[in-house]
């Protein structure tokens, strides 16, 4: 069983773990006409705004409510009622995402109350905006932990409740975020592919695809509408990705009785095989042809690739699902998990992470257990270990801010996981070293008659 080493550092040297506002402020980017509000100073909102931007290389509609010193004092209920009332009659959102922070989470303010009762006061000038609070403190948890908050969040607070007429052939898909923009429009591809009808939430690949508008838009401009998220009861059926999804999905399932099937990784040759089972159950359809030719082509690759993974020692830093879906990929092709390092220890998918230790940590604890790895794999942040430390980095997850494309990379499915045995591969073959003549001689570790110190002359 995998042992979770707990931090025991008073300080994060090179952090490796993104907040919970931010994970949430995200999953509120896949909302059409949305914008993201924190709850808390002006500082928290800027820092996970550069990241977004970074790595997104897009405009983001992020907001803040401003508080101050005499705010953080006395209460922030107004700030945030003006904050609200500002941004409908300036942006006219669709959805105002009110994700808390650290701050008025310590003070142990009652921002559900706050939020009801800024519903009622303001009915008339709020109509046509849904406001959706997520509690989201900086001091627990982690980006996957604010992801599902926000997504549970909205289908608690926009989701019609009640049993509803069900649509056999309408899946409500609930991912996971670390799933890129390219991953949900491959995933919707498939589902089409069988007959099927998809709602994603969220759908980043509508809201953060790298498209342009013809004009100013202040709010997101594409991704899940509000009328689909309303009707999610209408699904015949939610798939869930990623274990920090169960919570969503049980959400949805609690108010409208829509079943769900959670899949925890859907790298690899197992999980792709299941999801793609799965489809041809709810359809009733065969498999199609192209996607079979996809499965014979991922085939190829793991028989080309397994030969330049076998033996090799990763040292993994990310989220704990997306910690699974890499490590799970990287043994399935014979290599070794050497170091596996995660944000938080609040996730049962630790315990099925193939690894025999999980440090909760920082990237300065990845590059202490990392010595003699063959692959970094991480987030930008850790490319300072990767030339310290003179191993190869593999850029996953977010943020990725020093390379172009990262959201348009695709690793799950048939597709998608060739493509990942193609990378690593790749990397590891650049990297390989060409030995010196003195490691080829055989017998540059054979004893000479005499021992060691005797004369070259008397060896014959």
């Known amino acids: ?42 500082g928290c909102t800027s820092f996970a705004l550069v990241l977004l931007v970074r790595h997104f290389k897009e405009t983001i509609p992020l907001q803040t409510t401003a508080m101050d010193e005499v705010t953080t004092i006395l209460g922030g209920s107004d700030n945030l009622e003006e904050a609200i009332l500002n941004l409908k009659t300036r942006t006219t ?31 008339k000038e709020l109509a046509g905006t849904e ?13 996957e932990e604010g992801w599902a908050k926000a997504v549970t969040a909205m289908i608690e607070a926009v989701t019609r409740p009640g049993e509803r007429a069900r649509q056999s052939k309408k899946i409500a898909i609930l991912p996971g975020w670390n799933l890129t923009v390219a991953d949900l429009e491959h995933l919707r591809d498939m589902v089409e592919s069988f007959g099927l009808k998809s709602v994603i939430l969220p759908d980043l690949s509508g809201s953060l695809d790298g498209t342009l508008p ?90 080309d690739g397994h030969f330049h993974f076998g033996g090799k020692k990763i040292a993994i830093a990310a989220e704990p699902d997306q910690l699974y879906q890499l ?50 794999v991480t987030h930008s942040h850790g490319r300072q270990t990767s030339e ?12 990725v801010f020093d390379r172009l494309g990262s959201q348009h990379k695709l690793s799950i499915l048939y597709q998608g996981t060739r493509d990942l045995v193609f990378e690593v591969a790749n990397i590891f073959q650049a990297d390989r070293r060409a030995p010196t003549p003195e490691e080829l001689n055989p017998f540059r570790k054979r004893e000479m008659p005499g021992g060691p110190d005797a004369s070259p002359l008397t060896c014959h």
């Open 1 to 42: 069983m995998t042992r979770i080493l707990h931090q025991t550092k008073s300080a994060a040297i090179n952090p490796l773990k993104l907040s919970q506002p931010l994970g949430a402020a995200l999953a509120f980017l896949g909302i059409d006409g949305a914008v993201p509000l924190f709850h808390g100073i002006q």
């Open 93 to 123: 959102p669709k959805l105002i995402g009110v994700c808390t922070t650290a701050l008025v989470e310590t003070r142990g303010e009652d921002c559900a109350g706050d939020v009801a009762d800024i519903r009622l006061k303001r009915a």
């Open 131 to 143: 406001i959706v609070l997520a509690n989201t403190p900086d001091f627990a948890g982690a980006l």
């Open 214 to 303: 013809d004009h100013w838009v202040p709010t997101t401009y594409g991704g899940t509408s509000i009328e689909d998220i309303r009707e999610l009861g209408t699904a015949g059926h939610c798939i869930a990705i990623g274990e920090h999804m169960r919570r969503p999905a049980e959400a949805l399932y609690k108010a409208t009785g829509v079943p769900y099937v959670l899949f925890q990784s859907l790298t690899g040759l197992k999980g792709a095989d299941q999801f793609v089972s799965l489809l041809c159950a709810i359809s009733g359809e065969p498999v199609p042809a192209n996607v079979r030719r996809r499965r014979a082509q991922l085939q190829d690759a793991l028989l």
């Open 327 to 376: 490590a799970t990929f990287f043994v399935d092709l014979g290599a070794d998990i050497t170091a596996a390092v995660t944000t938080t220890d609040m996730s049962k998918i630790l315990e099925k992470v193939p690894a025999e230790s999980i440090q909760v940590g920082d990237l300065g604890d990845l590059e202490t257990s990392a010595g003699g790895a063959d692959l970094l």
């Open 388 to 399: 310290r430390l003179g191993i190869p980095l593999m850029r996953v997850g977010f943020p």
